[in-house]
């Protein structure tokens, strides 16, 4: 029975296989980093510090609690967006507030410490503008000599835009700097919310300094 209905020809054999465009995102240099935040405006600047210092996503930056943020103790404490809609029992994530972002919560005045960190981006963020906020992020990234969109892609050229810089820039170079300065693997993957250590690794790249280190520490 089953040799008589085997099928003889394979289905799908000329169907084509779509290819599939991924988005790049480049890490960026502290140089770089410190003129994004020094020439921002205070909300986009606390904005992409709370994104490079903490390596939350975006809409966990946007929509940051004061309530999850201990001055403190200078701890921020939250369970990511993406892990609150994945896990029936998410765990909360510890995050340490670095100097130059205390220095900038700090400048907020206690008053006004309640609700979200960043009332404006929370709105445009929960009410569907993220728009705006991919629009402000943009424009200032390409005011800082960052080209967002890989050559060749994008409006214009009828080839969909390659991200090569943006907010996941951030992020990005969060993992990979602290992955150079030694911090543990293990404290990066909980930070940055990843569900495997394989997903950190994919994050992380080696710079030539950080490999001289740990060659000559068998020297």
């Known amino acids: 029975m089953l ?42 600047a606390l904005l992409l510090g709370l994104g490079y210092f903490t390596g939350l996503r975006r809409g966990d930056c946007c929509t940051l609690m004061w309530s999850e943020v201990d001055l403190a103790r200078r701890i921020i404490t939250r369970i990511p967006n993406k892990i609150k809609s994945r896990s029936s029992n998410p765990q909360k994530g510890k995050i340490g507030i670095s100097k130059h972002l205390f220095n900038a919560l700090s400048q907020i005045p206690p008053e006004q410490r309640t609700g979200y960190v960043l009332p404006l981006m929370a709105e445009y963020y929960l009410n569907k503008k993220r728009d705006r906020i991919n629009r402000m992020i943009k424009k200032h990234f390409e005011s800082c000599g960052l080209k967002t969109v890989k050559e060749g892609t994008g409006e214009g050229t009828g080839k969909r835009a390659v991200i090569q810089y943006g907010f996941h820039s951030l992020r990005y170079s969060y993992i990979s700097h602290h992955a150079e300065a ?38």
């Open 3 to 44: 040799e008589e209905n085997r099928v003889e020809i394979n289905p799908f054999e000329r169907l084509k296989r779509k290819k599939q465009i991924t988005n790049s995102r480049k890490e960026l240099s502290v140089e770089q980093i410190y003129n994004l935040l020094s020439t921002a405006s205070p909300d986009l």
């Open 182 to 219: 030694g911090t543990p693997q293990a404290i990066i993957q909980a930070n940055a919310g990843h569900a495997n250590p394989a997903m950190t690794e994919h994050y992380t790249k080696i710079s030539d300094d950080a490999a001289l280190r740990v060659a000559s520490a068998i020297d």
